[in-house]
């Protein structure tokens, strides 16, 4: 199983994840911009988005299992961590994001696949015009809170 979340958090949305991580983890490793969650030999990988002048990028989190040939041993136990971590995100995320599809003379369109933390939803709303929401910093993909 491979799999794929993908949100926009602050700093304060990153530590209330990884405290809720921690419950379901072994241990948590952070390495420069990316967290291991290490659940026996098995791992999630967790990007925190990134805010850099008023942009703030997507992150995700993902679970890669491996093929047949060099699988991790505990993959129930990764596969039941990331549907808990997955299903919380969720919960408590804002889901009704929309981007402007350039292809669509400048529509809005649902994005089914991006959540929203609470707090980077405040942030959003603090200055709309100018805090702008991207699937990468060289994305055309602009998220507007929506619908």
Known sequence: MDAEILFFMTEKDQTVFLNFAESFTDSIKNETSI?????GDCELLFTPSQTKDNVMVTGSLKIRLGNSENACKDQERAKSAFRKLRNNLKKNYWSRLA???????????????HWLGPDAKKWKEADSENH????SE???MEFEIGF
């Open 35 to 39: 967290y291991r969650l290490i659940l």
């Open 99 to 113: 981007y402007l599809n350039k292809n669509k003379k400048d529509k809005l369109t649902p994005s089914r696949n």
């Open 132 to 135: 702008t929401l991207k699937l």
């Open 138 to 140: 060289t994305s055309w």
